[in-house]
């Protein structure tokens, strides 16, 4: 099949198979100017000229982590500069600030399993009276809603039992996918050290989200030494997730940015074109799809991926640094409205569950959600400008 009939029959609501996908790669290489007023047009079609964001407070809670994966600049050895072990206080601390900036997310961060690693870790939880640390980020959001913003967890490979003890305080959950393929996994590859990146576990836990019915960001880390092939095979293993148990609310695309401290810190960027045709087929392979890239991690040209196919920027924060790519500062809110504006699309603040997805979320969750509601489900332009 063409190029063009393919993109014609997803512009008729049909769906595009792998085999498919991979051929409008091919062509796009070349030539990615039908793959991108494609992708364009089916964003205008289910998103309209919005483009969304959520305004959040990032909790660098522990950054402790059992495992290693190249490209990480976030984990921390006990002893480090950059170490962070943010006590209940702490959290408070925060939270307040987070409250008095007009935050509307917690975002709870760790590292994987700490405690399964570093004594330094299980004195901490202990000193904060915990054993492991989905207790304590249970009881952290349970503080978070208390002060009236929502908490958003991405705590690595939880379990069944975990996930659902904080789905009862967490409006939505995060856990990138990065990439389904075994290979990246493999001795030298960026997931040799990291157990909990293997797809098979990742996806386990996607799974299990699923059956809990949390509305859940995933993603896939682009660039970082996968073939397109293996890339477009993780898109297509999000959408069979979301196909089976419809609970995936958004799909981050992250451009893979090299770091000065890792042992990836000499491989080079992802190459921007590349990326915008990832961008685009994400579009076209989930066209009702959420879909988001970071803006700080493409800080020059952040405004021209909402003509390939994108509708969100994620969370910005006018408060933390962004822990996990502490080089790329994310730009001023004002900016992106200015940048959104002059693209022409209308910059508005979500929650971190989007609204398609409210009617997974307690009552409880829902009522404090409506103190700062609009009527798109949205939070009130007053509230968070
Ligand atoms: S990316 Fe996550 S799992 Fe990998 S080393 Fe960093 S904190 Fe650990």
């Known amino acids: 099949m063409l190029n063009s009939e393919s993109l014609n029959k997803v512009l008729e609501n049909k769906i595009i198979s792998l085999e498919e996908a991979l051929q409008v790669y091919q062509e796009a290489k070349v030539n990615p100017t039908e793959l991108f007023s494609t992708a364009q047009k089916l964003r205008e079609r289910f998103k309209g000229n919005t483009v969304t964001f959520s305004k959040k407070a990032f909790f660098n809670v522990i950054n402790m982590c059992k495992d290693t994966c190249t490209y990480c600049t976030y984990k921390a050895e ?82 069944f039992d975990e996930m659902k003890e904080l789905q009862k305080t967490n409006v939505s959950m995060g856990l990138m996918l990065e990439n389904s393929s075994e290979r990246l996994a493999q001795k030298g590859m960026p997931h040799y050290l990291a157990a ?12 299990n989200s699923g059956k809990l ?63 915008k045709t990832i961008v685009a087929l994400s579009r076209i392979i989930m066209p009702e799809m959420n879909i988001q890239i970071p803006p700080n991690l493409s800080p020059k040209s952040y405004h021209s991926f909402l003509s390939v196919g994108i509708n969100d920027w994620g969370g910005i924060s006018p ?29 508005k603040c979500r929650f971190p569950i989007y609204p398609e997805f409210f009617s997974f979320v307690s009552k409880e969750l829902r009522d404090k959600m409506s103190l700062i509601e609009d009527e798109e489900r949205l939070v009130r332009e007053e509230y968070w400008r």
């Open 78 to 159: 006990p002893g480090e500069e950059k170490l962070s072990l943010m006590s209940k206080n702490d959290v408070k601390q925060m939270l307040k600030l987070a409250k008095k900036y007009h935050c509307v997310e917690a975002l709870f961060v760790t590292g994987e399993r700490p405690e399964a690693k570093y004594q330094e870790a299980r004195e901490w939880l202990a000193q904060n009276g915990f054993k492991s640390t989905p207790e304590y980020l249970a009881h952290i959001s349970e503080m978070a809603l208390d002060e009236g913003l929502f908490p958003h967890t991405n705590a690595g490979n939880l379990t």
């Open 196 to 207: 909990s990146k293997r797809p098979k576990a990742r996806l386990e836990v996607l799974e």
């Open 213 to 275: 019915k949390i509305p859940m960001t995933t993603g896939i880390l682009v660039g970082i030494g996968e073939t397109p092939a293996e890339v477009i095979e993780s898109i297509f293993a999000i959408k069979k997730l979301h196909d089976k148990y419809g609970n995936i609310q958004e799909v981050i695309l992250q451009n893979f940015q090299p770091k000065e401290d890792t042992m990836m810190s000499q491989y080079p960027s992802a190459n921007e074109n590349y990326f």
């Open 319 to 347: 408060l933390t640094p962004d822990y996990v790519n502490p080089e790329f500062a994310w730009p001023e809110i004002k900016k992106i409205d200015e940048n959104s504006k002059k693209a022409g699309y209308d910059l």
